[in-house]
């Protein structure tokens, strides 16, 4: 009977490696909630309103030639922080500390 026993045990240690799949499974996880903290404070809609923290200008090099790109940190009312892209007419009125709202799009 005690052999039995064993021999279930060591069948189990030498199956399927669940202990590497379940460590992959909960690195994965580690990632994707690290990746949404980080990535949270963007916008993926077009409404926003709050005050202008800080504003940069920036951009992207491909090989056809290179993008400027213009971004503003809003402080919404609630003191979370989004970072906005928005085009060049919105980033040169724009100011550090200039209270912004934008409705589809549009700021003002």
Not at 7 to 16: I, M, P, R
Not at 18 to 36: D, K, P, R, T
Not at 39 to 44: C, E, K, L
Request: glycine letters at 8%.
């Amino acid at each position: 009977m005690k052999r039995s026993r064993k021999k279930k045990e060591t069948e189990l240690d030498n199956g399927f490696p669940w202990q590497a799949v379940l460590g992959g499974l909960a690195i994965i996880a580690i990632l994707s909630l690290f990746l949404y903290y980080v990535y949270s404070g963007r916008v993926t809609s077009s409404d926003y309103e709050g005050k202008i923290v800080d504003r940069w200008a920036d951009y992207t090099a491909s090989t056809q030639g290179s993008r400027p790109y213009f971004s503003l940190l809003i402080e919404s009312s609630d003191g979370k922080r989004l970072t906005v892209r928005v085009d060049s007419n919105v980033y040169e009125l724009a100011r550090v500390g200039m209270r912004i709202k934008s409705r589809n799009g549009q700021s003002s």
